[in-house]
T-cell receptor, first 110, second 117 residues
Framework: AQSVTQLGSHVSVSEGALVLLRCNYSSSVPPYLFWYVQYPNQGLQLLLKYTTGATLVKGINGFEAEFKKSETSFHLTKPSAHMSDAAEYFCAVSGDKLIFGTGTRLQVFP | GAVVSQHPSRVICKSGTSVKIECRSLDFQATTMFWYRQFPKQSLMLMATSNEGSKATYEQGVEKDKFLINHASLTLSTLTVTSAHPEDSSFYIC?????????????FGSGTQLSVL
């Protein structure tokens, strides 16, 4: 069985500040891990994914995430937030099906 | 790149009617498609896994007779909400799995906002 937990349903940062969105997973097999972004009334867009290999994964729009097996974490970061980053972010873990976390709404203040 | 087309993007219907949502993989063959439902300000909940040429696998608590899924071809899966009621109003999203090659990918449609009056 697999599950994913996103810590913090809301995160607020100032423009230019560091973005950190937390995700912890549980998996009985080596996991595939994903971060998706969703803008209002739209589908999901893949930001980045970890399958195997390098544990630091770089994605689109300047986002990156690091797979830490010892901590069962896959936190999403961006060095400098932009107003356009405001959206809902979902962490997901994949086995035979993709299971989503509850999401984190990112607000960016000017 | 690969694209998944979901149609319609928005539909309003009367209570008691049925609504069909289509999910198409445009440039790859998808043997497996997934249907998700998302309530406002909540996460995506997997409803069912649709496999081409066979019956869909529904998640616990999802009514098979209410949410009919058909995956008749490698590029098309449909979700029909039968006898819709206001509580069925939600955002429905499909995804399609591209298993070609060694790097499996999952692509999402843009979603369908269903409003039942």
């Amino acid at each position: 069985a697999q599950s994913v937990t996103q810590l913090g349903s809301h995160v607020s940062v100032s423009e230019g500040a560091l973005v950190l969105l937390r995700c912890n997973y549980s998996s009985s097999v080596p996991p595939y891990l994903f971060w998706y972004v969703q803008y209002p009334n739209q589908g999901l867009q893949l930001l980045l994914k970890y399958t195997t290999g390098a544990t630091l994964v770089k994605g689109i729009n300047g986002f990156e995430a690091e797979f830490k097996k010892s901590e069962t974490s896959f936190h999403l970061t961006k060095p400098s937030a932009h107003m356009s980053d405001a959206a809902e972010y979902f962490c997901a873990v994949s086995g035979d099906k993709l299971i989503f976390g509850t999401g984190t709404r990112l607000q960016v203040f000017p | 790149g690969a694209v998944v087309s979901q149609h319609p993007s928005r539909v309003i219907c009367k209570s008691g009617t049925s609504v069909k949502i289509e999910c198409r993989s445009l440039d790859f063959q998808a043997t497996t498609m997934f249907w998700y439902r998302q309530f406002p300000k909540q996460s995506l909940m997997l409803m069912a896994t649709s496999n081409e040429g066979s019956k869909a696998t529904y998640e616990q608590g999802v009514e098979k007779d209410k949410f009919l899924i058909n995956h008749a071809s490698l590029t098309l899966s449909t979700l029909t909400v039968t006898s819709a009621h206001p509580e069925d109003s939600s955002f429905y999203i499909c995804s399609a799995r591209d298993s070609a090659g060694t790097n499996e990918k999952l692509f999402f449609g843009s979603g369908t906002q269903l409003s039942v009056l």
